[in-house]
């Protein structure tokens, strides 16, 4: 964003909560950390000689290599000059009289801006649970997603994890082979594919690398914004045999990756398909656990799969045949509370030296709460999204003028390959910026009605899926006490996109510029 706007001619300052760039890949430093987007397909597509330059190691990257490659990319286009970095923007506030945004930060600075991009991410805020005794524990305890810089060693000690979502399947594997004893407590089972990470082949890299163009483009074809794995059937699941079925799913499980969900079109609509696939992946679980009744813990029976975010492992699933490793069952035990010593369920106490959470995060919107965000008429952000976040397109929020969001609630954001989605947002909102000032206009906002309208159709699209079944960080069902709506977008990275183009070719349809009627939606 701050590339694209300086190209613009504009004066651009960012604040940055970080010592350094990186955002997710910056924070979320535990042992395992890795993308679960393919590393060719999660990288930046604006200049053709970054993307020719740099080379990556792994068919997925880790946290560490994705950290090297944003820092790349803040020396290689200059941008750590007008970043504040150990900053953190403590409000925003619109002011009628000029058309401005006073930005105010906890460095005790105050901007004055015309426009206010909000890039603060969709998984930046941690859920630290509200386990009674949890401050009260001797020993160390860890946050995924705000892990030591330096570092842990987990040599010889006893470790509790708690949680079994995406940044748990990727730590466990790892934290069970340094330390001596492993308990991990879940409270639901997660549908988890082998991920068949590797080296990343000279021969794979090429190819993409001499065809990016052609690539990027297919890739803004599929459905999450992510070339499709293999060939995909495009049939209905259960119009096939059982046999051909089961075939489509064992192809997916070689293949590796989340590529398994797309098996099938209908997949994350038709529940009887759904599980099916729930099913086969809960048949591997059984043949690579040798407990059986540790395996039936961790067969999810809950929830179909997708609808809360599926997961690729690197011997998760193995992890549990090792005697050092013990799994907890918190729907039958419960977590009571966590003494000096350990953690305490309904059943017994389990005594360690550390203790890592693995509990997610308030997506979407946490990060946005934290900010005093004032629009017209003195109405705060908080208030608006009181009862579940409300944006137009994603991208912008009635009431609120000027201020863009970026992958925010309403836009596929999450649902989609990130990278895809975050350009084509700072494209957009570079693009409306642009037209801004060429038609010397000051001030753009989302018209209520067409606000109304894109909920209306978000929640109209959704309800067919399954992701409103889950109780997952989608629905914002992972928070006690936070509003339940399905805060994405699912119609489609392609549909998506389509929908942004027809806005901006009607003339900002749904959008009020310089206090002018919204041009209706085309
Ligand atoms: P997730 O996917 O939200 O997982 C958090 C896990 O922590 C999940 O298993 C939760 O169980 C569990 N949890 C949360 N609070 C508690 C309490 N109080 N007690 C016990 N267990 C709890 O976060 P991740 O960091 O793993 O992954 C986030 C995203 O990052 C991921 O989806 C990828 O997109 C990358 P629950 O399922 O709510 O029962």
Redesign the pocket.
């Known amino acids: 964003m701050l590339h694209k706007l300086r190209g613009l001619g504009l004066i651009v300052r960012v604040f940055e909560a970080g010592h350094d760039v990186g955002g997710t890949w910056y924070w979320n430093r535990y042992p395992g950390a890795r993308c679960?987007v393919e590393s060719m397909e999660y990288s930046f597509s604006f200049d053709e000689d970054l993307e020719q330059e740099w080379s990556w190691t792994e068919r997925y990257a880790t946290q560490p290599e994705i950290l090297s490659y944003a820092r790349h990319v803040a020396d290689r286009f200059d941008l750590r000059r007008d970043i504040s970095f150990s900053t953190r923007v403590t409000s925003a506030t619109f002011g009628e009289a000029n058309g401005t945004w006073l930005v105010t930060t906890d460095k005790g600075e105050e901007v004055r801006a015309q426009y206010c991009v909000m890039a603060t991410g969709c998984?930046s805020t941690v859920?630290r649970?509200d386990?009674p005794g949890l401050d009260g524990f001797a020993g160390p305890v860890y946050q995924?997603?705000l892990w030591p810089h330096e570092g842990v060693d987990f040599t010889g000690k006893a470790v509790c994890v708690?949680?079994?979502?995406?940044?748990?399947i990727q730590s466990i594997p790892v934290i069970a082979r340094q330390a001596a004893q492993l308990t991990v407590?879940q409270?639901?089972a997660n549908y988890v594919a082998p991920a068949r990470n590797q080296p990343m082949s000279e021969a794979y890299e090429e190819h993409f690398k001499a065809n990016y163009k052609d690539l990027r483009r297919k890739q803004l074809q599929g459905y999450f914004g992510a070339l499709p794995s293999g060939e995909p059937r495009m049939v209905p699941s259960m119009s096939v045999g059982d046999d051909e079925r089961e075939a489509a799913y064992e192809e997916g499980w070689e293949r590796g990756g989340l590529g398994l969900l797309g098996s099938f079109p209908d997949l994350l609509f038709d529940r009887d398909g759904n599980e099916t696939l729930a099913e086969f992946v809960r048949g591997k679980i059984r043949a690579t656990v040798k407990n059986p009744a540790t395996a039936e813990l961790l067969c999810p029976d809950d929830h179909p799969v997708g609808s809360?975010?599926m997961c690729i492992d690197t011997g998760y699933f193995e992890t549990f045949n090792r005697d050092n490793v013990t799994l907890v069952g918190?729907k039958a035990e419960p977590?009571e509370r966590i003494s000096s010593e350990g953690v305490v369920t309904a059943k017994q106490a389990y005594p360690c030296d550390a203790l890592v959470l693995?509990?997610?995060?308030d997506a979407m919107t946490g990060t946005l709460a934290k900010i005093a965000i004032t629009g017209r008429g003195g109405r705060t952000l908080k208030d608006e999204w009181a009862d579940g976040p409300v944006a137009y397109l994603g991208l912008m929020v009635a009431g609120f003028p000027n201020l863009f969001l970026v992958t925010g609630p309403g836009s596929p954001s999450?649902l989609s390959n990130m990278l895809v989605s975050i350009e084509q947002h700072v494209d957009w909102i570079a693009g409306c910026i642009e037209a801004l000032r060429e038609r010397g206009a000051g001030v753009i906002e989302a018209d209520p009605a067409a606000q109304e309208d894109w909920l209306e159709h978000g929640a109209a699209v959704a309800a067919p899926t399954v992701y409103p079944d889950g109780?997952s960080?989608y629905t914002g069902a992972?928070i006690a006490g936070k509003p339940r709506t399905f805060m994405a977008y699912i119609g489609g990275v392609p549909g998506y996109r389509k929908i942004c183009d027809a806005v901006t070719a009607g003339d900002y349809a749904g959008f009020a510029i310089d206090g002018a009627e919204a041009a209706p939606l085309p």
Request: aromatic share 10%.
């Open positions: 679960d998984l859920n649970p386990i995924t997603g708690i949680g079994t979502g995406s940044s748990a407590f409270r639901t809360k975010r918190l977590i693995a509990t997610g995060f999450v109780k960080w992972n």
